[in-house]
């Protein structure tokens, strides 16, 4: 059975940072790119950030660009989003994206998504 565990929402302050981490299970986790989204109420889900099955290809949504970094360890089946200079628009919950063939920012592209973790940045 397919799983992705997130960790590492929670609050944090204007121009602080904050660490996510998913970790998969039951899945050939090197074999796909992974991913990261993000959504508020009452708007659509937003793309944030691919990474292909080496790790070596990312893509950035404009608003994170410069701002957050997407990494993968493929030895820990784990995806990472390092989150700095975070802003109060940043607020919002966040979820893991997995099993894509190709990275991709379409939210239908991937098989499996993790619970989502809130975070919520302070002004």
């Known amino acids: 059975q397919v799983q992705l565990v997130e960790s590492g929402g929670g609050l944090a302050q204007a121009g602080g940072s904050l660490r996510l981490s998913c970790a998969a299970s039951g899945l050939s986790f090197s074999n796909y790119a992974m991913g990261w989204f993000r959504q508020t109420p009452g708007k659509e889900r937003e793309f944030l950030a691919t990474i292909g099955w080496s790790g070596r290809y990312t893509n950035y949504a404009d608003s994170v660009k410069g701002r957050f970094t997407i990494s993968r360890d493929n030895a820990k089946n784990t995806v990472y989003l390092q989150m700095n200079s975070l802003k109060p628009e940043d607020t919002a919950v966040y979820y893991c994206?997995?099993?894509?063939?190709?990275?991709?920012?379409?939210?239908?592209?991937?098989?499996?998504w993790g619970q989502g973790t809130r975070v919520t940045v302070s002004s």
């Open positions: 994206a997995g099993g894509a063939g190709v990275p991709s920012g379409l939210s239908y592209e991937y098989k499996f």
